[in-house]
C-alpha cells in the first residue's frame, strides 16, 4: 500500500490530488538516486581521477546500488536495460519461481570493480532482489570482492525453507572451475548455509572441493566449462566442452545434495572419440624442468605402458648430458596435444634452453606422434613421400605459417635442403643441442604440420601447416594411416553470395595481411584494412577467399571506440590458439593516437585486441578482457598479450 485512501465525502478530490503529488515525488526520488549512482560509476571508471577518490565511491556505489535495488521503481526495468543503463558494468539475471506461497521473482545482479582500482582480476560484488509484487521489494549484497561471477540460480521449497542455489564460475575470465552457493531465507534476509554433501559419485579426472560454505567443482583434465540448471529445476548440469563426462547436482527435500556423473553421447567437435585419459606427469631436477602427457584408463595395460615409455623418452631425449648439478644449463618445456584419438596422438613440446653465459636463451621445439593401435612412433616419412613433389608442394601457396611473420622463409631453403631435413624429420640425436638443428612433424584434426630450425633473430623455428585435403593421394605413404588420419571431414569455405571487399572504401594494409587456415573456414586471406568512420580513419579486418570475396568481417576493433589508426598502424598479427579451445584465435596489436595536431595531440600507443574464434564459425571480442589487456600494459608484443591471456583459460562457447 502507498498509504493513500479513497475518500467517501467532498475532499476526495483533494486527496486524490495529494496521492498524486506523493506518487510524483517518489518518482523523482528514484530518478535522483538513480542519476546520482551513474554519476558515482562514471567517477569510479575514470582513471584520471585521484585513486582514493575512487575507492571511496566504490564503497559509495555498492552500498547505494543495494539501496536502489530496494526500490520498486528498480523492477520495472527489464535485465538487458538494466544492464545497459549501468554501463554493461552490471550483468543482471531475472528468473520467477512458483512456491507454496505463490509466486517470486528473483533478480541476481553481478558488478564487477575496474582492475586498475581494486588491482586484482575483477573484484565482483553480487547481490540479490527479490520480489512477490512491485509493492514488496527488497534486496540484499551477498558478496564483496573476490573474482566469482555468478551465471545461474535455483529456488526451491524445501523442508527448511525457501532456499537459493547460486552456480556459476570462480572467476570472472575463465569459466573453470565452477562454484554452488546455498542461501537461505530467513525472515527478509539470505543467510549463507553449510552444504550437506550426501552421495558422491564422481570421475576420476573430476575434483570437489569445499571451501567454507561452497562447492568447487573442477576437471582436471580440461580448463572449459559450463554449468546450467537441470530441465526440472532441482539442480545444476555442470559440463566440460572436451569431456564425454557431466557432473549432475541434484538437491533433495531433506537438504541433502547428490552428486553424480552423467555420460554425454553427443559428439565431439574438435576430437574423436578415445578410450584413454591423458594426465601431466613432471621431470624437475637442476634447473631442468620438462611437462609431458602420460596415458592412464587404455584397457591394454602392456600397451599403455609401453606408449607411456615412448612418451617419456621422447620427451627427456638428451638430459643425460646435464645430470650434473653444476653444468649451468636452465631448461623449461611444456607441451600441447596437437590430436587425441582411438588411432593418433601428436605431442608438440615448446620450451626454452639457456646454458650459462650464453648470449641467450634458445626456444625449444619437437614432437611426438604415436599410432596407438600398433604402438609406434609416426614420423614424417612414414606419411608423406619426401620427394620432389612433395617439396614442391610445401613450397607452393598451399602452405600457411604458423606465425604469419614467418611466412616467407621457408623459400629461402632449396629443394636439396628441404629433402634433406624433412627426410629425416622426428629423428632426435640424442642432445637437446641437436634438436635445435632437427625437423619435427605434427598433425591435428584436419592438417599436417611442419618445423625447420631456423636462426635465432627470426625465432630459432618455423611451423608450417598444410590441409590434409590439399595432399595428393600420388604423395602420400601408408593407406591405412590415411584412411584414419584424413577421416576428420574437411570443412571448406563457401563463397557462394559474399561480396567483393570495395578497394575504394578501404586501403589493404598488404604487410599485415596473410594466408591463413581457421576451423571452419578452410584456407582464407586475413586483411588488414583502413577506413573512415566519421571522417576519422579506423582499422577493419576481413577474411577473404581467393577470389576477394568477403567470408567473414571481424567485429568492431577495441582501439576504433575512442581512437583514430595511425596510418600503417598494424604492427602485429598473429593466429593462435589462446584459450586452448581447438580454434585459431586472431591476435592484432596496433598504433593508435587521438588524431589531433598541435595542442592537445597524444602521442601514438599500441593498442591490442583478440579475436576469439567460436564453434559457430564467427569470432568475438571480451571487452572486459581487452581493458585490462591494455590498461596494465600487456599490449607491447604478441608474446605478452599471450602470456597474459593464456592464463586466464577463456571460452566463448
Known amino acids: 500500500m502507498n498509504g493513500c485512501t479513497k475518500g467517501n465525502d467532498s475532499s476526495k478530490a483533494a486527496t486524490n490530488h495529494t496521492c498524486s503529488l506523493q506518487n510524483e515525488a517518489k518518482t523523482i526520488s528514484y530518478s535522483k538516486k538513480l542519476d546520482t549512482l551513474l554519476e558515482t560509476l562514471h567517477i569510479i571508471n575514470d582513471e584520471n581521477m585521484n585513486s582514493d577518490v575512487r575507492q571511496n565511491k566504490l564503497q559509495d556505489f555498492t552500498q547505494d546500488l543495494n539501496l536502489l535495488l530496494n526500490e520498486p521503481e528498480s523492477v520495472e526495468m527489464k ?21 507454496k506461497s505463490g509466486r517470486l521473482n528473483v533478480r541476481v545482479v553481478n558488478y564487477r570493480a575496474p582492475t586498475t582500482l581494486t588491482g586484482t582480476i575483477g573484484d565482483k560484488y553480487t547481490f540479490i532482489q527479490w520480489w512477490s509484487t512491485k509493492q514488496l521489494v527488497h534486496a540484499q549484497m551477498l558478496e564483496d570482492g573476490g573474482a566469482e561471477l555468478t551465471t545461474d540460480f535455483v529456488v526451491r521449497d524445501s523442508e527448511h525453507g525457501i532456499q537459493l542455489w547460486l552456480g556459476g564460475h570462480v572467476s570472472i575470465y575463465h569459466p573453470y572451475p565452477v562454484f554452488v552457493d546455498l542461501w537461505k531465507l530467513s525472515g527478509q534476509k539470505w543467510t549463507q548455509k553449510s552444504i550437506d554433501v550426501g552421495k558422491m559419485k564422481l570421475p576420476n579426472s573430476w575434483e570437489l572441493t569445499k571451501d567454507v560454505d561452497e562447492l568447487i567443482l573442477e576437471n582436471r583434465q580440461h580448463d572449459s566449462m559450463s554449468i546450467e540448471v537441470l530441465d526440472h529445476g532441482d539442480g545444476f548440469l555442470i559440463s566440460s566442452d572436451d569431456s564425454e563426462q557431466n557432473i549432475i547436482i541434484e538437491f533433495s527435500k531433506s537438504g541433502e545434495v547428490r552428486i553424480d556423473s552423467e555420460y554425454s553421447m553427443a559428439s565431439n567437435t574438435h576430437s574423436e572419440r578415445q578410450s584413454y585419459e591423458l594426465i601431466q606427469e613432471e621431470y624437475s631436477k637442476n634447473g631442468i624442468v620438462i611437462k609431458y602427457p602420460q596415458i592412464i584408463k587404455l584397457k591394454d595395460i602392456a600397451k599403455q605402458k609401453s606408449l607411456n615409455q615412448i612418451l617419456k623418452t621422447d620427451a627427456l631425449e638428451g638430459l643425460q648430458n646435464y645430470a650434473d648439478s653444476n653444468a649451468g644449463v636452465h631448461v623449461e618445456i611444456d607441451y600441447e596435444i596437437k590430436r587425441q584419438s582411438e588411432r593418433f596422438l601428436s605431442v608438440q613440446y615448446t620450451g626454452i634452453h639457456y646454458v650459462k653465459d650464453a648470449a641467450y636463451p634458445t626456444h625449444m621445439f619437437y614432437t611426438t606422434n604415436l599410432d596407438m593401435k600398433q604402438v609406434l612412433r609416426i614420423r614424417l616419412r612414414d606419411l608423406v613421400k619426401v620427394e620432389k613433389p612433395f617439396i614442391e608442394l610445401i613450397k607452393s ?35 637437446l643441442a641437436e634438436v635445435e638443428m632437427e625437423s ?55 563463397t557462394v553470395g559474399g561480396e567483393k571487399l570495395n578497394t575504394d572504401q578501404y586501403e589493404i594494409e598488404e604487410s599485415q595481411s596473410f594466408q591463413t587456415t581457421f ?13 573512415y568512420t566519421e571522417g576519422f ?13 568477403i567470408l567473414y568481417p571481424f567485429p568492431d576493433f577495441y582501439g576504433n571506440r575512442e581512437w583514430v589508426a595511425r596510418y600503417g598502424g598494424v604492427e602485429a598479427v598473429a593466429f593462435k590458439d589462446v584459450n586452448k579451445d581447438g580454434l585459431k584465435d586472431v591476435i592484432i596489436i596496433a598504433d593508435v593516437d587521438n588524431g589531433i595536431h598541435g595542442p592537445g595531440r597524444v602521442d601514438q600507443f599500441p593498442i591490442a585486441d583478440i579475436y576469439f574464434q567460436k564453434k559457430n564459425k564467427t569470432f568475438t571480442t571480451l571487452s572486459a578482457l581487452d581493458e585490462a589487456l591494455n590498461d596494465q600494459g600487456h599490449n607491447q608484443t604478441i608474446k605478452a598479450v599471450i602470456q597474459y591471456v593464456s592464463k586466464q583459460r577463456i571460452n566463448v562457447n
Not at 571452419?520 to 583502413?530: A, D
Not at 580513419?537 to 570475396?549: C, M, N, S, V
Open 519 to 531: 576451423e571452419g573456414f578452410g584456407k582464407v586471406r586475413f586483411v588488414s584494412t583502413y577506413g
Open 79 to 99: 535485465d538487458g536495460e538494466f544492464a545497459e543503463k549501468f554501463d554493461n558494468k552490471l550483468t543482471v539475471i531475472t528468473q520467477s519461481f512458483q512456491l
Open 397 to 431: 601457396r598451399k602452405i600457411t605459417a604458423v606465425q604469419p611473420e614467418q611466412q616467407g622463409l621457408i623459400g629461402d631453403f632449396t629443394k636439396d635442403d628441404l629433402i634433406q631435413l624433412l627426410t629425416n624429420a622426428d629423428v632426435t640425436k640424442g642432445s
Open 440 to 494: 619435427f612433424s605434427y598433425f591435428t584434426n584436419d592438417s599436417l604440420g611442419m618445423s625447420v630450425p631456423m636462426a635465432h633473430v627470426v625465432g630459432d623455428h618455423a611451423e608450417y601447416e598444410i590441409r590434409f585435403a590439399q595432399i595428393p593421394e600420388n604423395i602420400r605413404q601408408n593407406e591405412e594411416l590415411w584412411s584414419e588420419l584424413s577421416s576428420v571431414e574437411d570443412q571448406s569455405v563457401s
Open 537 to 549: 580513419r579506423k582499422f577493419f579486418f576481413f577474411l577473404l577467399d581467393d577470389q576477394g570475396h
